[in-house]
C-alpha cells in the first residue's frame, strides 16, 4: 500500500484505513472488517458528481464498499478533489457501495446503483486482480420540510417522517424530530417520494398532517429533488379528545341499547357505528340499536366519531359483550267457542311479536287433557260439567318461549246453548261509535244471559273498551276492530264468540265551503285532513237537494241557487278501508247582488248618486264614497256632493247590503273621471 500512497498526489484522502476510528469519532459503532476485505488484489473505481458548489473534500465525500452478503464489513477508498475515487485491495467477491458526505447534511447518501440504504442496492462483482472502472455516481441535494408548531405543551414535542413504499404502504423514513416550545422544526435528508407528518406531544392526542388522526387519512406531502418544503404548521392542540363512552340497555335480542358520549370538546358533528364481532352493522348508524336474532353469540360493540372544524377528528369504540337470546314479550291468549258437547273452541293470540309460533294445550283447573294440542278442540262427554282452559305457548327465534293462559275459561253443561256471532254496526272512522251487537243467544227468567265485552284493535285488546259500544279515537287509525261478547249464565262462562273484524279505521275530516254565498261566486270544497292516499268524489246541494252535475270540489253559484242555502258532501274511499261521507254545515242563503253604478257628473259642486242595482228582495244598503281610494269621511249616504277636496280625484262608491239568514255583501263601484 506505500508504494500506491506514493504514487497519489497529497490531495487525495484514505478512507478506507480509518473508516473504523471515523464512526466512532461520531458516535457509531463499526463492526470489525471481515479478514479478507484490505487483502486482495481486486479495485473497483469510477467518478463521484456531486451536487453544484460541493467541494469532495470539504464535504467529507466517502465512498465504502461492503460485502453483500453479510452488512458488516467495509473498506474505504481513495478521492481526488475532483470526486475520483479507487477502491483497492478488494478479495474476489460482491460488494455494495455507499456514497455519502460525513460533513455536509445537504447532499443526500446513495448506494449504487439508484439504492438508499444497504437493502436496496445493486451489487457489483470483481474477480482477483480485476481493476473494474466506469463505477460513477451522481449525487443529489437532500430535501427539507419545515415548520412551527403551536400550542406545544412544557414537555416539547416532536415530529416523525413517514414515506409510502412503492408497494403504497406508509413506513418511518429518517430521524425522529424533538421540537422545544418555540415550536420551530427543520427535517433534513429527504430523498424525493410521497410523505406525510406524524406531531407528538404525549400531552394531547397525536395527529398526522393535516388536522387527521390515522395515517391512511392524513394529507400527503410531495417532495421532489433537493427541495425546501415550508411552512408545514399545525396546533397539536388541537385534537378532539376521545369520548367517555356509556353503553345502557340490556344486551339481548328485541331490547334497545343506547351509547352516550362525554366529550372534553364538543364535537359539531357525532356519528355512530355498531359492530357485530368488529363486522360493521349495515344500517345501525344512530345512538340506539336494537340487536337482532342472527347476532345471538357475537360481540357489539359500538364506535362514536367527533368531528369539529380546526380540530383533529377523534372517536373511541366500547365493547358491550355477547349478544344474548331475547325476553319475549307476549301477548294474550284467547278462544272462542260454545260450552255445549260437540262445539269446537277454536284458539287464537294477539299482540305478539310480528313471526312467533304457537303451540297449544287445552287443560281443565287441575291437569291437561291428554292429546288436545291443536289450535281447535271439540268438546266431548268427558268434558260436561268441566271448565275448560287454553295455555298458549309462544317461540320465536333468538328469544325465549313465553306461555301465558287465556283470562277465560268456558264451562261444559250438560244442557244445550245457543250464541250467535256478533256484528258490529257504525262507521270505521276516528270519531265515530261502533256498537257490538250480540245476536240472539239462549236465556231464560231464571237464568239470564248476561254478557261482557272486548274490543280490539287488530287483535290487541283495547285498554278499558268493555263496553257494548266504542268510540273511536286516534289511537285506532289504520287497524281492524272486533270484538268478543262472553256470555255467562249463573256465575259460569257458557259462550265465548268473537265478531269478524271492520275494515281499517279511517281518519275522516268535516269538510269546510270558502267563498262567497253569491250568486256569481265559486264556492270551493275544503275536505280537511283524511288518511292518506284517500280519493275524494263531491256532491253540492241546494237547501238539501243535490245540484245537477256540480261533482267537483268547487262550484259557481247560480240564480237558480239563489235564496237557498248550499252544503257539500265529500266521500272519501282508499282501499282497505270504509267508504265514509261527510257533509259540511250550511251556507247562509245565497244572495243575489249587483256591482254599483254612479250618476251624476264628476265636478266641483256636483252631486253624485250611488245606484246598487239588483239585490235579494229586503237587502239593507250602507254606504262609503272613496276619492281616490281613500275613503271620505262622513260620506255615507246614498249621495254624495263633490268639493274641492276631490278635485283631480276619481270617485268609487262601496255598497253593503245585509239582510237576515243571507251574508253581508260589499260591492265596489266602478270609478269616475278624475273630478274637474
Do not use: C
Not at 584 to 610: C, D, E, Q, R
Request: zero cysteines; charged letters at 10%.
Amino acid at each position: 500500500m506505500s508504494s500506491l500512497l506514493s504514487a497519489r498526489p497529497r490531495a487525495w484522502i484514505v478512507v478506507g484505513a480509518v473508516v473504523a476510528l471515523v464512526l466512532a469519532a461520531i458516535g457509531i459503532s463499526a463492526p470489525p472488517a471481515h479478514a479478507e476485505v484490505g487483502t486482495g488484489t481486486a479495485s473497483i473505481s469510477g467518478h463521484v458528481t456531486l451536487p453544484e458548489g460541493v467541494d469532495p473534500e470539504a464535504a467529507g465525500l466517502t465512498v465504502s464498499a461492503f460485502e453483500a452478503s453479510v452488512d458488516n464489513a467495509s473498506v474505504g477508498g481513495w478521492i481526488s478533489p475532483e470526486g475520483d475515487f479507487t477502491i483497492p485491495y478488494l478479495a474476489a467477491g460482491t460488494y455494495k457501495l455507499r456514497f455519502m458526505t460525513w460533513d455536509d447534511d445537504s447532499v443526500l447518501t446513495a448506494w449504487w446503483k439508484d439504492g438508499f440504504d444497504f437493502a436496496s442496492a445493486q451489487t457489483v462483482t470483481v474477480a482477483d486482480g480485476q481493476e473494474l472502472a466506469g463505477v460513477d455516481m451522481t449525487l443529489v441535494r437532500a430535501s427539507t420540510i419545515s415548520g412551527k408548531l403551536t400550542g406545544v405543551p412544557e414537555n416539547g414535542a416532536g415530529v416523525f417522517p413517514w414515506r409510502r413504499d412503492a408497494s403504497g404502504e406508509w413506513v418511518r423514513e429518517g430521524d425522529y424530530v424533538r421540537i422545544g416550545t418555540d415550536g420551530e422544526y427543520l427535517i433534513t435528508g429527504l430523498r424525493a417520494g410521497t410523505y406525510t407528518l406524524l406531531f407528538n406531544t404525549g400531552t394531547y392526542p397525536d395527529q398526522y398532517w393535516k388536522l387527521q388522526r390515522e395515517i391512511a387519512t392524513a394529507t400527503p406531502i410531495e417532495v421532489g429533488i433537493g427541495q425546501a418544503l415550508t411552512g408545514f404548521d399545525a396546533n397539536v392542540s388541537a385534537a378532539l379528545w376521545m369520548p367517555q363512552l356509556n353503553v345502557s340497555g340490556s344486551l339481548q335480542v328485541g331490547s334497545t341499547m343506547q351509547v352516550t358520549a362525554t366529550w372534553q370538546i364538543q364535537p359539531d358533528a357525532v356519528t355512530y357505528q355498531w359492530f357485530a364481532n368488529a363486522v360493521a352493522i349495515t344500517g345501525a348508524t344512530s345512538a340506539t340499536y336494537v340487536p337482532t336474532a342472527d347476532l345471538v353469540g357475537k360481540q357489539l360493540s359500538v364506535r362514536v366519531d367527533g368531528r369539529k372544524a380546526g380540530y383533529v377528528p377523534t372517536w373511541d369504540t366500547a365493547v358491550r359483550g355477547t349478544v344474548v337470546k331475547g325476553s319475549l314479550t307476549p301477548g294474550v291468549a284467547m278462544f272462542t267457542g260454545t260450552g255445549v258437547v260437540g262445539s269446537t273452541l277454536t284458539a287464537s293470540a294477539g299482540g305478539w311479536p310480528s313471526g312467533t309460533q304457537f303451540s297449544y294445550q287445552w287443560a281443565y283447573a287441575d291437569g291437561n287433557i291428554a292429546g288436545a294440542t291443536g289450535k281447535t278442540f271439540t268438546i266431548t262427554t268427558a268434558q260436561r260439567g268441566r271448565g275448560i282452559y287454553l295455555k298458549l305457548t309462544g317461540t320465536l327465534p333468538a328469544y325465549d318461549s313465553r306461555t301465558v293462559f287465556a283470562a277465560e275459561h268456558i264451562f261444559v253443561d250438560a244442557g244445550t246453548f245457543t250464541a250467535a256471532t256478533p256484528t258490529i254496526s257504525g262507521t270505521a272512522a276516528v270519531g265515530s261509535t261502533l256498537t257490538a251487537k250480540t245476536g240472539t243467544w239462549t236465556t231464560n227468567a231464571t237464568f239470564p244471559t248476561k254478557f261482557s265485552y272486548k274490543w280490539f284493535a287488530s287483535g290487541v285488546a283495547i285498554s278499558g273498551a268493555t263496553a257494548s259500544t266504542y268510540k273511536l279515537t286516534s289511537a285506532q287509525a289504520g287497524k281492524t276492530i272486533s270484538v268478543v261478547v262472553t256470555g255467562t249464565v249463573g256465575g259460569n262462562i257458557r259462550a265465548i264468540k268473537q265478531s269478524a273484524a271492520t275494515a281499517k279505521v279511517a281518519t275522516v275530516a268535516t269538510p269546510t265551503i270558502s267563498g262567497t254565498a253569491a250568486v256569481g261566486s265559486t264556492l270551493t270544497a275544503k275536505p280537511g285532513t283524511w288518511t292518506s292516499g284517500t280519493v275524494f268524489s263531491y256532491q253540492w246541494y241546494a237547501s238539501g237537494t243535490a245540484i245537477t252535475g256540480a261533482t267537483a270540489s268547487t262550484f259557481k253559484l247560480t240564480s237558480a241557487q239563489a235564496g237557498k242555502t248550499v252544503t257539500v258532501t265529500v266521500k272519501g274511499a282508499l282501499s282497505g278501508y270504509t267508504t265514509v261521507s261527510k257533509s259540511s254545515a250550511a251556507t247562509a242563503k245565497v244572495a243575489t247582488v249587483a256591482t254599483p253604478t254612479i250618476s251624476g257628473t264628476a265636478a266641483v259642486g256636483s252631486t253624485l248618486t250611488a245606484k246598487p242595482g239588483t239585490w235579494t228582495t229586503g237587502t239593507t244598503f250602507s254606504y262609503q264614497w272613496y276619492a281616490s281610494g281613500t275613503a271620505i269621511s262622513g260620506a255615507t249616504s246614498s249621495t254624495f256632493k263633490l268639493t274641492s277636496l276631490q278635485k283631480g280625484k276619481t270617485i268609487t262608491v262601496k255598497v253593503t247590503g245585509s239582510l237576515s239568514g243571507y251574508p253581508t255583501i260589499a260591492k265596489t263601484s266602478a270609478a269616475t273621471a278624475a273630478v274637474s
